[in-house]
């Protein structure tokens, strides 16, 4: 892991935190980039290419500023996501001023093709585990299903809604 590192940071992804065991293969091009994201140091990103706004962390987690001004890929998500039912997801999100749950190819807009285990930019969003997050999408063939993204692989599909699945919430779009 440690040669890994240096060799992730050269192409603008970075390790936040090396007990994330995630595998990254600099071949591949980077589909997101640290460089296409503002950091608002207040635990959100903007993502440039689509204008989304994205809470770094899920919802359970808390985000800690340990950044410095010149490098806040040194942020962290502290304590346990929460699991949740598409409903409950769904309702949260209504809870929350400005923020919801965001639709499927809004999800996979920031899958990290280069990366797995999370599928994911670690350092825009640390502390992510390789889990399945629930999108605001249903599944039109099965009203029993929703759609979802598994930061494990980063592929999508459907699940029974009323399993419990993380949530990570968006602000803008649509």
């Not at 903007?46 to 040194?74: I, K, M």
């Not at 997050?133 to 980063?154: E, N, R």
């Amino acid at each position: 892991m440690s040669r890994i590192i240096p060799l992730l940071a050269a192409v603008g992804l970075a390790v936040a935190h090396p007990a994330v065991a995630q595998t990254c293969k600099p071949a591949i091009p980077a589909t997101t980039p640290t460089a296409d994201f503002q950091f608002h140091g207040d635990g959100t990103v903007t993502h440039t290419p689509t204008e989304l706004t994205w809470q770094r962390c899920l919802v359970g987690q808390s985000f800690d500023d340990n950044a410095t001004p010149s490098d806040p890929t040194d942020d962290a998500c502290t304590g346990s996501p929460t699991d949740m039912t598409w409903q409950a997801a769904l309702q949260h999100a209504d809870g929350e001023t400005d923020w919801r749950l965001p639709n499927i190819k809004e999800l996979a807009s920031i899958v990290e093709q280069q990366c797995h285990d999370p599928a994911i930019n670690a350092a825009v969003f640390p502390d992510t585990p390789s889990s399945y997050v629930w999108s605001a999408s249903a599944l039109v063939i099965d009203a029993d299903h929703a759609l979802v993204m598994f930061f494990g692989s980063g592929t999508g599909n459907g699940h029974f809604r009323g399993a419990g699945h993380r949530v990570r919430l968006v602000h803008g779009g649509q």
